[in-house]
């Protein structure tokens, strides 16, 4: 009742593991593009990322803080004073805090830029 013929199957097949070949790569590309985006567009100098890779799965991981990762002077280390701050006669304390966001809008919307390029690019159909 129903016949299926499969003509040029080897070449099917060889564009399915040409396709694996490059997720394959993708895997160790993506990393790579989140460390360089926290270089250029988040201009940090030593970029701080954690890659977990298991089995056909990898997960790059940064960690962004609202201020300084490291808020208190070290124990032993003399703190030292930044220029003078003029306030408002009778606030006393600390000054506040920002309330712009940590992640900007721009630079996420950077990473989602070079991330679907880099999609884009190991996606294509051999």
């Known amino acids: 009742m129903?016949?299926?013929?499969?003509?040029?199957?080897?070449?099917?097949?060889?564009?399915?593991?040409?396709?694996?070949?490059?997720?394959?790569?993708?895997?160790?590309?993506?990393?790579?593009?989140?460390?360089?985006?926290?270089?250029?567009?988040?201009?940090?100098?030593?970029?701080?990322?954690?890659?977990?890779?298991?089995?056909?799965?990898t997960a790059a991981v940064t960690l962004i803080w609202p201020r300084a990762r490291f808020e208190r002077p070290q124990p032993g280390k003399q703190a030292t004073r930044g220029p003078k701050v003029y306030r408002p006669r009778g606030v006393v304390g600390r000054q506040p805090t920002s309330n712009r966001p940590i992640l900007r809008e721009e630079l996420k919307d950077q990473l989602d830029q070079r991330m679907l390029g880099l999609t884009r690019e190991a996606m294509k159909w051999p």
């Open 2 to 57: 129903f016949s299926v013929v499969l003509d040029d199957v080897i070449n099917l097949v060889t564009k399915f593991d040409k396709l694996a070949e490059q997720v394959g790569n993708l895997h160790q590309a993506v990393p790579e593009e989140l460390t360089a985006w926290q270089r250029d567009d988040m201009r940090r100098k030593y970029p701080n990322m954690t890659v977990t890779a298991t089995g056909n799965q």
